[in-house]
């Protein structure tokens, strides 16, 4: 069993919907949580970074974490068709500075017109 | 900004050849991380350096190598290329040990080896 574990999808879903991705994990070590937006071939770039259990909003996108239940989520609203791309979760160990990031497998998103 | 800035972009080389990738990351970022990705699967940790010494090794395998020198800028050398190997190489960089953990990935170089 991985880590993290991610639906895959692909998720296809109409412009203007609220997208729901999600990925669990299984070390309690894991104290800080990143989400990962990567087009084709592309770097992976940086849109969500948490370190605690709740909320965060930046723009149309809203990061949540549950500690408790090993469990996070991001939240995309109004989808564009320009967030079509692949998601992916990250997640470290504060108690491993300079440590490795565990990524899930990805979630492919397709946001039709 | 300043991003991660990897070369080349592409890389096409024959089977039992070598490689060197190499890595400029963000300037007075003081951790660099490779990671390798193979088509439809997620960023698997090769190995990272902070302030110019290895801190963590993932599934790197023994037939490469890395190293960060004075400037912080980072390569990876791949020797006795296997068809296996093919994937696209990332690096990224962050400010780990100052307590900012996140990591800014570059755009990445694509092996292919034929």
């Known amino acids: 069993q991985k880590e993290v574990e991610q639906d895959p999808g692909p998720l296809s879903v109409p412009e203007g919907a609220i997208v729901s991705l999600n990925c669990t994990y299984s070390n309690s070590a894991f104290q800080y949580f990143m989400w990962y937006r990567q087009y084709s071939r592309k770097g992976p770039e940086l849109l969500m970074y948490?370190?605690?259990?709740g909320n965060k909003e930046d723009g149309r996108f809203t990061a949540q974490v549950d500690k408790s239940s090993k469990y996070i989520s991001l939240f995309i609203r109004d989808s564009q068709p320009s967030d079509s791309a692949t998601y992916l979760c990250?997640?470290?160990?504060?108690?491993?500075?300079?440590?490795?990031?565990?990524f899930g497998q990805g979630t492919e998103l397709s946001v039709k017109p | 900004a300043a991003g991660v800035i990897q070369s080349p972009r592409h890389l096409i080389k024959e089977k039992r050849e070598t490689a060197t990738l190499k890595c400029y990351p963000i300037p007075r970022h003081d951790t660099v991380y490779w990671y390798q990705q193979g088509p439809g699967q997620d960023p698997q940790f090769l190995i990272s350096?902070?302030?110019?010494?290895?801190?963590d090794k993932g599934s790197i395998p023994d037939r490469f190598s890395a190293q960060q020198f004075s400037d912080y800028h980072s390569e990876l050398n791949m020797s006795s290329l296997e068809l296996g190997d093919s994937a696209l190489y990332f690096c990224?960089?962050?400010?780990?040990?100052?307590?900012?953990?996140?990591?800014?990935f570059g755009q990445g170089t694509r092996l292919t080896v034929v």
């Open positions: 948490t370190y605690s259990s």
């Open positions: 990224a960089s962050s400010l780990a040990h100052r307590g900012n953990p996140e990591a800014f």
């Open positions: 350096f902070y302030e110019k010494m290895q801190s």
């Open positions: 990250a997640m470290g160990s504060i108690y491993n500075q300079g440590g490795k990031l565990i």
